[in-house]
């Protein structure tokens, strides 16, 4: 099983202010992972696939990039509405597939 | 409206049986593969299992394997999740996802349905 580890678990910021976020495979994954943003009461919600690709409707503030085992999550300027969760998951080894724990992004 | 619509959540005690249901629409379930992943309370993700695009090929974590089965109703467009000698540990909210059909991330969720296990 291919385990997915992200950091930090909490990460404290300003509206405005960047956000990274890192996720780590524990074997290479080559380019596919993907990254969900979940609110609390909600649906997670697909914000980039296979690493760097935008989903449908997301906006340009939210980039990924990386490849093989480490991979990063950019929020260029949080906006009130970027507080949430994100949850990191791979498709290359499967099954299962697996997710990362969470980083929380909260309002510091 | 392409959206998936979950029911069927409820408290049950300990092993005893679910039948949870997934509707889709706006979409046909033919065309893509379809899953269910679930999230206890104040926890992660968790992927449970999923049903191959054309039906044919059904895949489970172990942590169900042999007492949960995933499959559909092409004609109600409705996908499904039998889970049986639920235990504690089951307790979760269950939401369906669909998934590209080769292309194993998640591109719609529904809102979910929770599943309580207790005695």
């Known amino acids: 099983e291919t385990v997915l580890t992200q950091s930090p678990v909490t990460l404290s910021l300003s509206p405005g202010e960047r956000a990274t976020l890192s996720c780590r495979a524990s074997?290479?994954?080559?380019?596919?992972l993907a990254w969900y943003q979940q609110k609390p009461g909600q649906a997670p919600r697909l914000l980039i696939y296979?690493?760097?690709n935008r989903a449908t409707g997301i906006p340009a503030r939210f980039s990924g990039s990386g490849s093989g085992t480490d991979f990063t999550l950019t929020i260029s300027s949080l906006e009130p509405e970027d507080f949430a969760v994100y949850y990191c998951?791979?498709?290359?080894?499967?099954?299962?597939?697996?997710f990362g724990g969470g980083t929380k992004v909260e309002i510091k | 409206q392409v959206q998936l619509v979950e029911s069927g959540g409820d408290v049950v005690q300990p092993g005893t049986s679910l039948r949870l249901s997934c509707a889709a629409s706006?979409?046909?379930?033919?065309?893509?593969?379809m899953h269910w992943v679930r999230q206890a309370p104040g926890e992660g993700l968790e992927w449970v299992a999923a049903?191959?695009?054309?039906?044919?090929?059904?895949y489970y974590a172990d942590s169900v394997q042999g007492r949960f089965i995933i499959s559909r109703d092409i004609s109600k467009n409705t996908v499904y999740l039998q889970m049986n000698s639920l235990r504690v540990e089951d307790t979760a909210i269950y939401y369906c996802?669909?998934?590209?059909?080769?292309?194993?991330?998640?591109?719609?969720w529904g809102r979910g349905t929770l599943a309580l296990v207790s005695s």
């Open positions: 998951q791979q498709r290359k080894n499967w099954p299962p597939l697996t």
């Open positions: 074997q290479s994954i080559s380019k596919y």
């Open positions: 996802a669909r998934c590209p059909p080769t292309d194993w991330f998640f591109d719609l």
């Open positions: 706006g979409f046909t379930l033919s065309s893509y593969a």
């Open positions: 049903l191959w695009y054309d039906g044919t090929k059904q």
């Open positions: 296979d690493a760097s």
